[in-house]
């Protein structure tokens, strides 16, 4: 049975705890007031945080003017470098190439103590310490102190590995020329920038540079990425790679060849052409100074060297010269096609004294053979005889033979610098100038259109286009060819010239292998200063091209200046030899078959070439 519980008092019912249906106390104004300046203050905050980050990014994005040099960009660039293409030879060989290299640099604000940056680097890398401070002191300020040039692997590694606060690595790309100095004109030189500066360099410039890539990014205070617009990255392009006409192999031996005669002969300098007739290339090209010879009574002043022997004007191209009797064929083919004379017409040739043309001008002959042939004319390099044909022709017929064979106008077969020569201008023209034209004077052409026009003999007719570039390349100059004499009169002034070498002034330059056919040249020496003639100082040439029957090559050679107290000074003897050792090497070297009677000796140097070859 349940007991009774007696009823709780009030005070009882208070300490058992509020009652459940109890309402809580009224909200006062203090509690109102105290939760709308606690949400004005929010508010308030909030506000201003937006507003400095507005602020922060108006800075950032497009800063006060006053602010702009001192916040710097936010954006970093950064530059691929593209690959210059390689330059080759013919045959592949690589002539100029590129390799990646690396510099040092300083972050003055990244490095830990500048006092002694120099030294740090000079016990890691071997860098002068004081070059390296000399550099980095009054640049404080930048970012980027470049403090050395191109390093060797070791040094790259060692600053690697070093993790030397402030210092870094640019990438930086390294031109090498694997074949050293050989053709060094010709192929020109590059720049810091990798830009080229002379030669094939320069004029390939646009295929071998490529387009280096780019990228732009949003960076942080430390230089770290922090995002990157796809828009604004361009991949790099490698450049092209170009191959050049010339052959390696000739051209080291036409300047290995060239050199010793020059020094040999004390000469000024000389200079060496090697010519694919058929094709218009272009094998060889030398251009060689004698630095050590001694200057003598009447030398032009030494012109300023360039900072790099790479840099220095190829003359075969830039610097016309009087051919002398070198351009005796050039006539002697255009009068016979043109009918004026036959190669058996007897003509009245002096025996003793000089010939006097219509105007009374003394015209001398190095020996008088009398009554002569046209075709001996040529075979003895006779003054009267060509004298005489040269006032047959009227004025325009002796202009229309300059320009028939390319003289006067470039070949543009892409050497920097080409001259047009110097021809004399129809105004200027006179008897004078009729009959010293026909002897190789008063004219100037280049090593280049002699070797052209040359061609003409060795093509049965054909005027070729020169080019530097082989088939494939970038090359500006036509395939085209020129028809300019008959095939029999090509053929005939060939013949003609064959003769020269077995009974004229080319006898003591005879290959013992191939049947050479050419013609030399001697002229006086233009004065400096002032016009005229040196007495006894001269331009030795000899021009020369082979197989007879199938001519495969034309070289020229101009050798400046003999000394005359050390030999003969005659083209034939000086030039001549030199023609017929390159003629000799380079066409063993191709793998053409002599076309003498007799050969001794020519197996050996055809191994010699294919044991050299590189």
Known sequence: MARHQPPLDRRSRRNTGPAVNESPPPRTWQHHRLDSWTA???????AVMVVCIGRVVQLKLTPDQRLASAAGSPFS??????????????????????????RAFVDPATVEDLATIGVDLQELIGLDPVEVDRRVAPRHGS????????????????????????????????????????????????????????????????????????????????????????????PHEDGTDCRLTIDMVIQRHVEERLEAEIVARNAAGGRVVVLDPATGELLAIADLVNPDRT????????????????????????????????????????????????????????????????????????????????????????????????????????QSCISRFGFGTRTNCGLPGETAGLVTSSRDWSSYTQVSVSMGHEIGVTPLQMVRAFSVFATDGNLPALHLLAHGGHDPSPRVQHRILDPGIA?????????????????????????????????????????????????????????????????????????????????????????????????????????????????????????ADP
């Not at 004005?40 to 909030?46: F, K, M, V, Y």
Request: with cysteine; charged share 25%.
């Open 40 to 46: 004005l203050l929010l508010i308030g905050i909030a």
């Open 491 to 611: 053929r005939l002034t060939r013949l003609t010239m064959r003769k020269v070498m077995t009974d004229g002034t080319g006898r003591a330059c005879q290959s013992d292998w191939y049947q050479l056919f050419g013609k030399s040249g001697t002229a006086q020496l233009p004065k400096a200063t002032g016009g005229g003639y040196h007495e006894d100082r001269y331009i030795s040439s000899f021009i020369a091209g082979a197989p007879l029957e199938s001519p495969r090559l034309v070289v020229l050679c101009v050798i400046e200046d003999p000394d005359k107290r050390i030999g003969p000074y005659y083209g034939g003897r000086v030039a001549g030899p030199v023609v017929r050792d390159v003629l000799d090497h380079a066409l063993a070297y191709l793998g053409v078959t002599p076309d003498m009677d007799e050969v001794e000796g020519f197996p050996d140097l055809l191994a010699e070439h294919r044991t």
């Open 295 to 398: 200057p003598r009574e009447g030398d032009p002043a030494p012109e300023t060297a360039p900072p790099d022997p790479r840099l220095a004007r190829n003359r075969c191209a830039t610097d016309p010269y009087e051919p002398g009797s070198t351009f005796k064929p050039f006539v002697w083919a255009f009068a016979t096609q043109q009918g004026v004379v036959t190669p058996s017409e007897i003509l009245e040739t002096p025996d003793g004294t000089p010939h006097r043309t219509r105007s009374g001008r003394r015209i001398r002959d190095v020996h008088y053979y009398g009554r002569s042939s046209w075709e001996k004319v040529l075979v003895k390099s006779m003054n009267s005889g060509m004298a005489i044909v040269a006032e047959r022709l009227d004025t325009d017929s002796m």
């Open 143 to 234: 970012r980027f102190v470049p403090i050395s040039g191109i390093l060797e692997p070791w040094q790259v590694e060692r600053i690697r590995r070093s993790g030397l606060d402030g210092v870094g690595l640019e990438p930086r790309l390294v031109r090498h020329y694997p074949q050293q100095d050989t053709g060094a004109q010709l192929i020109g030189l590059v720049g810091f920038e990798h830009t080229g500066l002379g030669g094939a360099e320069h004029l390939l410039d646009d295929d071998l540079a490529g387009s280096e890539g780019r990228m732009t990014y949003l960076r942080d205070v430390r230089r770290r990425p922090l995002w990157i617009n796809p828009e604004t990255f361009r």
């Open 77 to 102: 660039t950064r530059v691929e470098p593209a690959r210059r293409g390689d330059l080759l030879d013919r045959r592949g060989r690589v002539i100029a190439t590129t390799t990646l290299g690396h």
